[in-house]
């Protein structure tokens, strides 16, 4: 009984510190219509040992990414693989395919991404050469990539960017692409474009991006449409600047990967003729690109917040069996014991403001996957590691955590070991503000995850 009592004295004096903490800086002018939701969950027992509004439902930006990476795991386990298959369409006779050689995804994200060290295009050349073809006869084509599986919920704004790269069947190199900028020479002047890279002359561009001031970094925005041709770029680069990179989202992946794979396999003494064959010839198995296994593409995804990644791994457990990631997501974690249900999930990288998840059901969720260490160990840690880096670094790493960030919003979710030695699962949303107040919610942040370790049970 004494215990009993000691341990929830120890709970009210935790909570009575946070809880002033939190009061202290809503309190702050400007800070009074904030909303800062919290949960600490006990891996022990599994339960709540601190919320603050916990069951609110907010936008979990990319802290959404913990709930589709730890859901592959759990639904593909994390030795499983993407397959990329070859096939040349017509027959093969004297090293010559008397048609197409076509390539068929069946959702691989990391397909010729540059974060992982396999080289597509190696890949390929390898499989014609083992198959001792030098020729071929017809084209290079992508079967089955017609849809593309994006919410509609997405702003329209975000969706020309390298972020807003949407996952098909098929993708390359993470469907982005980089225009360089050269800067004026002062402020206002026009930006002009040095080189873009890949690039396909069908893009029609309209570059409006300005000069801004030394130093201003990358403010600049691509709207385009999926499948548009049509690319409009405004905002400003740094003054001087030269070859500023600035990455923007393929429109028209199957041909940016055929025209950049023809000239490789050129290069390499492959002949293309390009002359025209039926569709409907034979199909015969050439060989396969196999993708990094789940862990790998699970700690790309939370270490650097990779949205494309995320979408895809969720577009394709979900593709087959339900009717939408939401629906997946609900039955699938409910038969684990995690109840989903009065949360919406738009997407798998938490892009769309749509998007809610309760703090309460994410510590729930990541205590129910204590046991996983391939998950735990794609968080990256804090003050060390990814999107995290720079924060809390005064906390020993102690805290592995995923960081979310979208307009108004900043979130982190993750595991915790306190400086008693007990280990936890948390999560902590700030919703509400507006770019003055960037500052603060940092500082707040810092010092919150400080006073956090001191939880004692």
Avoid at 413 to 440: P, V
């Amino acid at each position: 009984m004494k215990l009993i009592c000691a341990i929830l004295l120890q709970l009210n004096l935790f909570s009575t510190g946070i809880n002033k903490f939190i009061k202290d800086f809503k309190s702050q002018p400007g800070h009074d219509a904030l909303n800062v939701s919290v949960s600490i969950r006990s891996l022990s027992s599994g339960q709540q040992v601190y919320e603050h509004f916990s069951e609110m439902n907010l936008p979990p930006a990319s802290t959404l990414k913990l709930v589709t990476t730890a859901t592959a795991f759990e639904y593909l386990s994390g030795k499983y693989r993407f397959e990329t298959m070859i096939y040349s369409n017509g027959r093969v006779n004297g090293g010559k395919v008397q048609g197409d050689i076509l390539l068929e995804g069946i959702g691989d994200p990391t397909f010729g991404s540059p974060k992982f060290k396999d080289n597509p295009f190696e890949q390929v050349l390898k499989t014609l050469k083992e198959n001792e073809i030098h020729t071929i006869e017809g084209n290079l084509k992508v079967l089955n990539n017609d849809s593309a599986r994006f919410p509609l919920e997405w702003l329209v704004g975000d969706m020309g960017n390298y972020y807003g790269a949407f996952s098909s069947n098929f993708n390359f190199y993470e469907n982005l692409y980089t225009v360089y900028f050269n800067g004026g020479s002062r402020v206002g002047d026009p930006a002009g474009i040095a080189s873009i890279a890949p690039y396909d002359e069908a893009w029609k561009i309209r570059n409006e991006v300005k000069t801004g001031e030394a130093g201003s970094g990358d403010q600049v925005n691509i709207l385009n449409l999926p499948f548009s041709n049509d690319i409009r770029i405004v905002g400003t680069v740094p003054l001087n600047a030269r070859n500023f990179p600035v990455k923007g989202a393929i429109p028209n992946v199957n041909k940016i990967f055929t025209d950049s794979l023809y000239t490789y396999l050129t290069r390499n003494g492959i002949v293309i003729n390009k002359r025209l064959f039926p569709e409907n010839l034979q199909n015969e198995e050439l060989g396969s690109v196999l993708s990094p296994d789940i862990s790998e593409i699970a700690r790309e995804t939370n270490y650097k917040s990779v949205n494309i990644f995320a979408d895809g791994l969720a577009n394709f457990m979900w593709e087959s069996d339900s009717k939408s990631y939401d629906e997946f997501l609900k039955l699938f974690w409910k038969e684990k014991g995690v109840d989903l249900s009065s949360h919406r999930f738009l997407d798998g990288s938490g892009l769309s403001p749509l998007n809610t998840l309760s703090c309460r059901s994410l510590s729930a969720l990541l205590a129910r996957m204590k046991n996983n260490t391939e998950f735990i160990a794609s968080i990256p840690v804090a003050g060390r590691d990814g999107t995290v880096a720079g924060l809390a670094r005064n906390t020993g790493g102690r805290i592995s955590a995923k960081s979310g960030s979208i307009t108004g919003t900043r979130n982190y979710a993750g595991y915790f070991t306190s400086l008693a030695g007990k280990k936890y699962a948390f999560s902590i949303y700030i919703n509400g503000f507006n770019e003055e107040q960037n500052k603060a919610i940092r500082a707040f942040f810092d010092e919150f995850f400080t006073k956090m370790l001191a939880l004692k049970e």
